[in-house]
């Protein structure tokens, strides 16, 4: 891949998807902090590591197990903030806007993973 991992749209959208993150947990209960709070950060930031480590891999196969990775972070994250909604932690409207970025970024973790597996296949 020619261009920067920096500038991919999914990336892009994945560090907008953290930062909504930080944002919607920094009032949740000081009990949290180190529960659900720490869990639901980790998972947003994992999805992009996980995009830029893949970038970096010498190989499609290499880059597809990272973007794998990467999705299952994202669905992580989704499962969570349903926990935190149910817990009354964030409100319904908060949780609409962040399950619609989710699942932005699932489609376009989608997109990439179908483009490596293309370039897999043609080997």
């Given at each position: 891949?020619?261009?920067?991992?920096?500038?991919l749209?999914v990336?892009?959208?994945?560090?907008?998807?953290?930062?909504?993150?930080?944002?919607?947990?920094?009032?949740?209960?000081?009990?949290?902090?180190?529960?659900?709070?720490?869990?639901?950060?980790?998972?947003?930031?994992?999805?992009?590591?996980?995009?830029?480590?893949?970038?970096?891999?010498?190989?499609?196969?290499?880059?597809?197990?990272?973007?794998?990775?990467?999705?299952?972070?994202?669905?992580?994250?989704?499962?969570?903030?349903?926990?935190?909604?149910?817990?009354?932690?964030?409100?319904?409207?908060?949780?609409?806007?962040?399950?619609?970025?989710?699942?932005?970024?699932?489609?376009?973790?989608?997109?990439?993973?179908?483009?490596?597996?293309?370039?897999?296949?043609?080997?």
């Amino acid at each position: 891949m020619s261009r920067d991992y920096t500038e991919l749209e999914v990336w892009i959208e994945g560090r907008k998807l953290v930062n909504l993150t930080y944002i919607l947990t920094t009032n949740f209960p000081k009990e949290e902090v180190s529960a659900l709070t720490s869990q639901i950060r980790r998972a947003a930031i994992s999805i992009r590591s996980n995009i830029a480590e893949g970038c970096g891999r010498r190989t499609s196969k290499d880059t597809l197990h990272f973007l794998h990775i990467a999705r299952g972070s994202l669905y992580e994250l989704e499962t969570q903030f349903y926990l935190a909604l149910d817990q009354v932690y964030i409100s319904k409207d908060d949780f609409e806007i962040v399950n619609r970025k989710i699942l932005l970024c699932k489609k376009l973790i989608s997109g990439f993973i179908n483009y490596y597996k293309k370039i897999e296949n043609e080997k």
